[in-house]
């Protein structure tokens, strides 16, 4: 195999390799990164800080007419409940739950951090 040490004009100093060592290195790199990922994942679940959803909850997720309908029954709180500690009005929480329209990302906010989620997990998907 050919590497080629050079420098830019610049002088800025660069290797040229044959592309197959290159994508060889990349997925590599992309291996380790994965790895890393499900080692910090595991850590989490250990320490009891991430939580796991079984096949029948993904099923209730996908069911639930939003997200966020789905993590407010699975936490166990009513919608007034939630309406009070959000300090947010009970119908804007039956609409967002309803799927019709959605809210600042502020809102957002609030009910994770009520409902010990990540906001990417409330905000639905688009359409």
Excluded at 4 to 19: F, Q
Excluded at 74 to 100: T, W
Aim: contains cysteine.
């Amino acid at each position: 195999m050919t590497i080629v040490r050079t420098r830019t004009p610049s002088g800025e100093a660069i290797v040229i390799l044959p592309e197959a060592e290159f994508e060889r290195l990349r997925e590599l790199a992309e291996d380790t990164l994965d790895a890393r990922l499900v080692d910090a994942s595991q850590e989490r679940l250990r320490a009891g800080t991430e939580e796991l959803l079984s096949e029948a909850d993904l099923d209730a997720l996908r069911a639930a007419p939003s997200p966020l309908a789905f993590w407010r029954a699975r936490r166990g709180a009513s919608v007034a409940r939630l309406a009070q500690v959000c300090a947010l009005d009970e119908d804007e929480i039956s609409a967002l739950e309803r799927g019709v329209g959605t809210a600042e990302p502020a809102i957002y906010e609030r009910l994770a951090r009520v409902l010990d989620v990540d906001v990417e997990d409330l905000v639905p998907e688009a359409a």
